[in-house]
């Protein structure tokens, strides 16, 4: 339900959306500047919600789980910008909202370090196996150290790594392979610079040779139309029953079932999800098994990220709303075209 608390009325001031619940510092400040109609109750608004709510301001700021499609905006005509507190933005219908005059912008670069961090923390919590672990003593199952029978893992020091999307994300997993002293193989829509391949001592490799020689596969490119299922059944059967595999991109890279499938049977060893096709709902046969690692999509979850995420958000509205051009705009071609 829409639950917008904060909001005034009567005022001169130009009327925004905050959809979901931000940093109260930053909702005073943008109430100096704007009136702000905002959803601090952080309970997603319906499609039907989110379209009253749009076409009553001239801005909003949103997050991955607000789909900004042509439906969203129908009615918006006097919305100039919507700013997304996320990289990721298959939330927005680019051209849709380029058709109506909307700027759309992203929040990149101040994440890519704390993404990178989670995406090697998830790697490490799946191949050592320290959920299950922990799940393990928590159920009272630890009754003596054993050599063999205790959880064994799959070691990540001078292994090879696979990365698939080789942007700023990918290429900071990369950097910090190297000092694990992996082995690093990539594979990408388009090659890396030679400076940048040696930056992070990563070859380029077709994506079959990737799944056939990595020992960890980590998923880190963006969800399109081309991208969905990059990983099914028939890929999963190209990897090693050794092997690991890391989503910290999105639901729908990964065809869910057929991973749960894979880990049943054993066809790879292990899985870390942070992203799940249809979330926040999470596949049942996912739920059965010990040998994946759950993460209710966290890779940029940390209080000064994501402090900078709504800052940098907020900076890409406000430009916009001045005539100015939003540092992260993702259709440019707008900015010659801009509503009065
Ligand atoms: C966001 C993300 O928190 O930036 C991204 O692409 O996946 C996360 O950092 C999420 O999309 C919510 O907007």
């Not at 009325?9 to 009136?35: D, G, Q, T, Y």
């Not at 700021?61 to 298959?90: F, H, P, Q």
């Not at 799940?135 to 205790?150: E, F, L």
């Amino acid at each position: 339900m829409n639950n917008p608390e904060n909001n005034q009325s009567l005022s001169n001031k130009p009327k925004i959306l905050v959809a979901r619940a931000i940093f109260p510092e930053a909702l005073a400040k943008l109430a100096e500047s704007f009136e702000v109609r905002s959803n601090q109750a952080d309970q997603v608004f319906t499609p039907q919600e989110l379209q009253k709510e749009l076409s009553e301001v001239v801005g909003a700021l949103v997050t991955g789980s607000e789909r900004i499609d042509a439906g969203a905006i129908a009615g918006a005509k006097n919305l100039k910008i919507v700013a997304n507190v996320s990289v990721g933005y298959n939330n927005f219908d680019v051209p849709a909202m380029s058709a109506a005059n909307v700027m759309a912008s992203n929040t990149p670069d101040v994440l890519t370090d704390t993404t990178a961090d989670f995406g090697f923390a998830l790697l490490m919590a799946t191949a050592r196996r320290i959920t299950e672990s922990e799940h393990w003593i928590r159920a009272g199952k630890w009754d003596q150290w054993s050599i063999v029978n205790n959880p064994l893992g799959m070691d990540l020091h001078h292994s090879t790594l696979g990365i698939i999307g080789m942007g700023r994300i990918g290429q900071g997993i990369a950097k910090r392979a190297l000092g694990f002293g992996m082995k690093v193989i990539y594979h990408n829509r388009s090659r890396l610079s030679e400076s940048d391949e040696k930056a992070c001592a990563a070859s380029y490799v077709s994506k079959e040779e990737l799944l056939r020689n990595a020992d960890h596969v980590v998923l880190v490119l963006p969800y399109t139309a081309h991208s969905h299922h990059t990983i099914g059944a028939k890929e999963i059967a190209l990897m090693k029953p050794t092997a690991t595999l890391v989503n910290i991109a999105r639901g729908g890279i990964v065809d869910d079932l057929a991973l749960a499938q894979a880990l049943k049977a054993g066809t790879i060893f292990a899985a870390g999800l942070d992203v799940f096709e249809g979330e926040p709902q999470v596949n049942p046969e996912l739920l059965k098994l010990s040998n994946v690692v759950l993460a209710p999509h966290i890779a940029s979850a940390t209080e000064k990220t994501r402090r900078a995420m709504v800052d940098l958000a907020i900076e890409n509205l406000r430009a916009a709303l001045d005539g100015k051009k939003p540092p992260n705009l993702i259709n440019p071609e707008l900015f010659k075209t801009l509503k009065n």
